[in-house]
Nanobody, 121 residues
Framework: QVRLVESGGGSVQYGGSLRLSCTAS????????FGWFRQAPGQERERIAC????????VYADSVKDRFTISRDNTENRVFLQMTRLRPEDTATYYC??????????????WGQGTQVTVSS
């Protein structure tokens, strides 16, 4: 059974940084693409970053480009999201997800429970 567990969320001030982790179990990480999503209250879920199974290809939403970096360590079964220059509008619940193919795309098969990120001005 696939299980994804996010960690690393918290409260930071404007301009601060956080590093989120997604620990996966029940699958071999290096076969699959992973993504990070976020959802703020009253808003739709937004995909903000995706990384291919090899780690060579990444995709970012314009809202986080040049501030956030997605990476993965297949030996540790973990995917990371390094977030810098955080803004209040980054406040949301952040989720990781996996899709059962190597490349990024629009369908996702398993989700974590989410971790809250709050940025104060």
């Amino acid at each position: 059974q696939v299980r994804l567990v996010e960690s690393g969320g918290g409260s930071v001030q404007y301009g601060g940084s956080l590093r989120l982790s997604c620990t996966a179990s029940g699958l071999r990480l290096d076969y699959y693409a992973f993504g990070w999503f976020r959802q703020a209250p009253g808003q739709e879920r937004e995909r903000i970053a995706c990384i291919s199974s090899s780690g060579r290809n990444t995709v970012y939403a314009d809202s986080v480009k040049d501030r956030f970096t997605i990476s993965r360590d297949n030996t540790e079964n973990r995917v990371f999201l390094q977030m810098t220059r955080l803004r209040p509008e980054d406040t949301a619940t952040y989720y990781c997800a996996v899709r059962s193919v190597p490349n990024c795309g629009s369908t996702w098969d398993n989700w974590g429970q989410g971790t809250q990120v709050t940025v104060s001005s």
